[in-house]
């Protein structure tokens, strides 16, 4: 069985700052993705960003950007220039690939809940 | 526009009474899946279906029940045998063999009183 650990619970960060968010997992699984979704106080969970575990390049969005080292099997994600609207709950997630027990199924952490001071 | 409907948004159940979440998604996805999300848990796979008529227990299954008749359905009951149901429900879905991106409905909050 996967999982996917958090250390942060709670992490803050000015307006226009830079902030990192830590994310862990563990498993035997070679073929995977990895993801971090976003939850407003809406409560709806909007994807952030997706990585590719095949893929040495880490992926970019726009302000979003995640730093992927798959042999210590970390995931952080980097958010520069922070907004008001990116204060939410921020989950990493894992996702086994192709068939068999569990494939395609999004394993969770426990989130950071990330507040940006004005 | 597509997406996935959840109803109802709030729903208030007495003890010992089953309630049914519903779940619909017009986008043609595979996949449905049942979170259940409580305050510093993340959230935890209760069922999910890959197939219509087919699905799987996930880490929590106990004192829940679905069904997957049509492929754009995934109701969750709530059985009177799930022993703490209050909490925040998820239902998501996906495209087997696409980018693996869930979309997520806006959940159902169950209060029991």
């Known amino acids: 069985a996967q999982t996917v650990t958090q250390s942060q619970p709670e992490m803050s960060v000015q307006e226009a700052e830079t902030v990192t968010l830590s994310c862990t997992y563990d498993t035997s699984e070679n073929n995977y993705y990895l993801f971090w979704y976003k939850q407003p106080p809406s409560r709806q969970m909007i994807l952030v960003i997706r990585q590719e575990a095949y893929k040495q390049q880490n992926a970019t969005e726009n302000r979003f950007s995640v730093n992927f080292q798959k042999a210590a099997k970390s995931f952080s994600l980097k958010i520069s220039d922070s907004q008001l609207g990116d204060t939410a709950m921020y989950f990493c997630?894992?996702?086994?690939?192709?068939?068999?027990?569990?494939?395609?199924?999004?394993?969770f952490g426990k989130g950071t809940k990330l507040s940006v001071i004005p | 526009d597509g997406g996935i409907t959840q109803s109802p948004k709030y729903l208030f159940r007495k003890e010992g009474q089953n309630v049914t979440l519903s779940c619909e998604q017009n986008?043609?996805?595979?996949?449905m899946y049942w979170y259940r999300q409580d305050p510093g848990q993340g959230l935890r796979l209760i069922y999910y279906s890959q197939i219509v008529n087919d699905f799987q227990k996930g880490d929590i299954a106990e004192g829940y029940s679905v069904s997957r008749e049509k492929k754009e359905s995934f109701p969750l009951t709530v059985t009177s045998a799930q022993k703490n149901p209050t909490a925040f429900y998820l239902c998501a879905s996906t495209t087997l063999g696409g980018t693996g991106e869930l979309f997520f409905g806006e959940g159902s909050r169950l209060t029991v009183l």
């Open positions: 997630a894992f996702m086994k690939l192709f068939s068999g027990a569990g494939s395609y199924q999004l394993t």
């Open positions: 986008l043609n996805h595979d996949a």
